[in-house]
């Protein structure tokens, strides 16, 4: 497991008491320090999740999950399960 990554510059709060049911939550951009976070990144899309803690803080989090490159996958995929023998006899039709 990765080392947690979180977004400089970027602050997440619950809702306020007596918001509407479509407000999910707050967030709050300090534009400097995001901004210097943002160009210190190289990749052209970061998911970020929006979690709370034990604590009941609420925080976003760099989401850094990539799939498998295609060679790690079609290695395991390239290799098919042994069949096991089945007698003619046994076959109902």
């Known amino acids: 497991m990765s080392e947690k990554e979180f977004v400089d510059g970027l602050l997440v709060k619950p809702p306020i008491s007596g918001a509407p049911d479509f407000i999910k939550c707050q967030i709050s951009i300090k534009r400097k320090d995001l901004g210097n976070w943002l160009r210190g990144k190289e990749d052209d899309w970061i998911n970020v999740d929006v979690k709370v803690s034990k604590k ?29 023998e089945i007698p003619d006899d046994d076959i109902p039709f």
């Open 56 to 84: 009941g803080k609420w925080y976003a989090e760099v989401n850094n999950w990539k799939p498998k490159a295609k060679g790690e996958a079609s290695q395991q995929a390239a290799a098919p399960a042994p069949q096991p």
